[in-house]
């Protein structure tokens, strides 16, 4: 054996790897435990369902189900009325048909569009009008079937052309088939029935239910075998084998969101087609719930899914790079600042987003980084400082961002461009996609800035921005720090230099 001692340095990197192990393994038993009780959820949600459908059950029972559930396993958590009946929800939003045209709207969404995004969307809110209006059916459909009859009420009878077909409530559903038969049940009155030929049957009320029949067999109606496995109703429901039935659960979007995000979701009665985008959005993103909720509240997929935005991207780049980046960019951005007054200028408003660069982050989307605020650069003998420059790691590309105060002016676009022209030459990598503008003004003439973008050969495009100051306190912890942002930036950069 070796007596050399381990260099530090390659014993740093041997315990970071295995503590990177470790974070990652971690990590991924989160995951797995949250994919098992969203699974666990969504079968009890369907039990409920099920058993309240077969017996007739009301909604009250739910609070019957939390007292039981409570007395029996009275450590266990999770299960008040309250999260029993959101359970209900989650299983009836999100049967397995709704999932397995999830699962195929991922494959159509593997490189995203705007125009994408709103055929699926479009699909899947017509599936579920579809699933709602079957559901309403097979309602009335089970209320038709099932004939209740309280012990002192009146004797219901239903005849059909010779056939007398009577039924108490407490009796199991009796229905004889024959040419001639008459059926009576047991009655509170004394019930007289005739048939075609003048025969009368006299039943006293205390007599057992009489049937005769002449010449075919009588046909006895069981109400449903209960099931009393959750996993054999869940098979008995869907028709699928149990093993299917919970892959198809884990791989699709539902369940890679956590609980309280769900109950977000469910509260704001989106259209299937808005909360899958939102569970996509909040996966990719790394969304809190508490983020979920501002960028529902904020419209997001309304601003990210403008059908008109203003650019010139179809002209300036090739197909795949414009698609993405319409559909990254926005239209208004709500810029989150703090303590800015009402009647900020550039700078001002400039300050507020770098030392709030995580929410500002946030706000821009899907894969942005933060890389410099008033970069420096020098052409000829002046000096010349851009407001803001991002890197969106799915474009491969520097996005250059210039804030302007006031309404949109047609020399905008001139000056941005400059700075395009600039970032491309100087900072621009081998390996970089072209470099993207992006200017925010505060409102805009669209047909202006459609007239101002015409002739430019660098991708540009205009947004409004609209200044907010509602985001809640709770949201800062739910964000990695300045300090954390920098650091990984820091590293990042250095990386890319190494290349």
């Excluded at 045209?101 to 593997?110: G, H, I, R, S, W």
């Excluded at 407001?387 to 047609?410: C, G, M, R, S, W």
């Amino acid at each position: 054996m070796s007596n050399k001692t381990t260099p530090r340095v390659e014993f740093n990197d041997f315990i970071h790897a295995i503590g990177s192990e470790i974070e990652q393994a971690q990590v991924k038993t989160v995951s797995a435990a949250n994919v098992q009780m969203l699974l666990h959820y969504w079968k009890v949600g369907n039990f409920i369902l099920h058993s309240q459908q077969q017996l007739g059950w009301g909604s009250k029972v739910v609070d019957n189900i939390s007292n039981a559930i409570r007395e029996k396993y009275p450590q266990k958590k999770g299960y008040s009325p309250r999260n029993l009946k959101y359970m209900c929800k989650f299983a009836a939003l999100y049967p397995l048909e709704v999932l397995n045209q999830m699962l195929v709207a991922n494959k159509e969404l593997e490189t995203p569009t705007v125009r994408k995004v709103l055929d699926v969307a479009k699909a899947l809110n017509a599936l579920e009008i579809a699933q709602q209006s079957a559901a309403q059916l097979q309602a009335i459909d089970t209320k038709e079937d099932i004939i209740t009859q309280e012990p002192l009420a009146q004797l219901q009878v239903s005849d059909t052309k010779e056939n007398i077909i009577v039924q108490e409530a407490p009796a199991q559903l009796q229905a004889i088939d024959t040419k001639e038969d008459i059926i009576v049940q047991e009655a509170p009155a004394q019930l007289q029935t005739s048939d075609t030929e003048g025969n009368i049957i006299v039943q006293e009320p205390p007599a057992q239910l009489q049937l005769t029949h002449t010449e075919n067999n009588i046909i006895t109606q069981e109400p449903p075998a209960q099931l009393y496995k959750v996993s054999d109703v869940l098979v008995e429901i869907m028709q699928e084998p149990l093993a299917q039935i919970e892959s198809t659960f884990a791989k699709s979007p539902i369940a890679h969101i956590n609980w309280a995000s769900h109950m977000i979701l469910m509260n704001k009665s989106l259209p299937l087609g808005i909360r899958y985008w939102y569970m996509r959005e909040a996966v990719e993103c790394g969304w809190s719930s508490n983020v979920l909720d501002i960028q529902i509240d904020s419209g997001l997929f309304q601003r990210q899914m403008k059908a008109r935005k203003i650019n010139n991207f179809t002209k300036t780049l090739p197909d795949a790079q414009s698609d993405l980046a319409n559909y990254l960019f926005k239209d208004p951005y709500l810029l989150d600042t703090m303590d800015i007054k009402d009647k900020a200028d550039e700078r001002d408003i400039e300050k507020q987003l770098v030392e709030h660069v995580s929410k500002y982050l946030v706000e821009m989307g899907t894969g942005f980084a933060f890389v410099a605020r008033q970069k420096h650069f020098q052409v000829g003998d002046k000096d010349y400082y851009t407001d803001l420059i991002l890197y969106n790691i799915k474009l491969h590309a520097y996005v250059v961002v210039e804030l302007k105060a006031t309404p949109f002016q047609p020399e905008y676009m001139g000056q941005l461009n400059f700075y395009l022209n600039v970032v491309n030459d100087q900072l621009k990598g081998e390996h970089d996609n072209k470099t993207i503008g992006l200017l925010l003004c505060r409102g805009k003439d669209e047909l202006t800035a459609q007239y101002a973008l015409e002739g430019y050969s660098q991708p540009m495009g205009v947004s409004d921005y609209q200044l907010s100051k509602a985001i809640p306190e709770e949201l800062k912890s739910a964000l990695p720090s300045i300090e954390e942002v920098e650091q990984e930036l820091s590293q990042m950069l250095e990386q890319k230099t190494k290349l």
